[in-house]
């Protein structure tokens, strides 16, 4: 009789509990935000309270997004993707499984709208550089429209003077390293394994192939590309290819320029100017500066502006502070 009893006492409670709950929930979605309704946060993961996420965000299990983390709209977090720090990511951002984008450091790490960080990237944590003082402030700003493929790693600067820049429209694949205070530009492509040192500077649509291997402190010219298992320990000027295992110029990135829509005269001014200053047949044609002035004040080639640039990119080089240009070889034949 008494167990008859007690199950009888206890349908009823069960049965209002439910009601109760109900109700409880009913009421908290009724004042609820449209921004909140729109978000999906996996009840494993852990947001802090004070982290500011955009309408339409969406994380997965297992994450992670710290108390000063700024998401954009529609944001996706992949399970066991972690946000820390001061961090911005813009609007339609996404981090795979196993990504790590930020650090509790002084300093921040923003990011502009449509990355998309692969499984296991490791982006805006503090630098490989024995010169960092602890409590200093370090930056690292990325652009919009980059794909950061799986097991990059891009590092902050080392000093509060200096950020590490990555621009737009960037493809930078697997396993690639960017250390601290390097500039990469716009519409690169960094073939796999690709590693920059400290201070490297890539400017626009340059691109290296697998492995390469880049000295602290070189520049990358615009449209050059880089052959595979390459070592740069000089600047690589636009327009130009270089590879070996110490990296040596090997002609004009001549499929690259013709890809990037330039004309058939540009580059015809431009293998005139690149044998001019490399490969000169007269044997009174002097030193690397005297050839660069006779291209610059030729009556024809001078009226190119990629044949100027390509001058002023060379001679830049070969500035104070500059690590000068890789090596050529100079061809006496006839």
Known sequence: MS???????????????????????????TYATEEEKSRFIHPSSVVHPNAILGEGVSIG?????????KLGSACQLYPGSHIFGNTELGDNCILMTGAVI????????????????????VIGIKCQDMKYKFGNECYLEIGDNNEIREHVSIHRSSTPSDK????????????CHIAHDSKVGNNNILA???LLAG?????????TAGGVVVHQ???????????????????????????????ELRGLNLE????????????????????????????????????????EHHEDLSLFPAVNSMVQSIRDSFAEKRRGICKFRSWSGP
């Open 102 to 121: 930020g650090d509790d450091l002084p300093g921040h790490t923003v990011v502009g709208r449509n990355n998309v960080f692969g499984h296991h990237a």
């Open 192 to 194: 796999n394994s690709t």
């Open 164 to 175: 590490t820049v990555i621009g737009d429209n960037n493809l930078i694949m697997g396993s």
């Open 61 to 69: 299990p297992f994450c992670t997004v710290g108390p000063f983390a």
């Open 199 to 207: 201070h490297v500077v890539v400017e626009d649509y340059a691109h």
């Open 217 to 247: 402190f070189c520049r990358i010219g615009s449209y050059s590309f880089i052959g595979g298992g390459s070592v740069v320990s000089q600047d690589v000027p636009k327009y130009i290819i270089v590879s070996g295992e110490r990296a």
């Open 256 to 295: 690259g320029l013709r890809r990037h829509g330039f004309s058939a005269m540009e580059i015809k001014s431009l293998r005139a100017a690149y044998r001019k200053i490399f490969m000169p047949t007269d044997t009174s044609s002097g030193n690397i500066e005297d050839r660069l002035s006779q291209v």
């Open 3 to 29: 167990s008859l009893f007690f199950s009888s006492i206890r349908r009823p409670l069960s049965v209002a509990l439910r009601r109760f709950t109900l109700c409880r929930f009913s009421s908290i979605v």
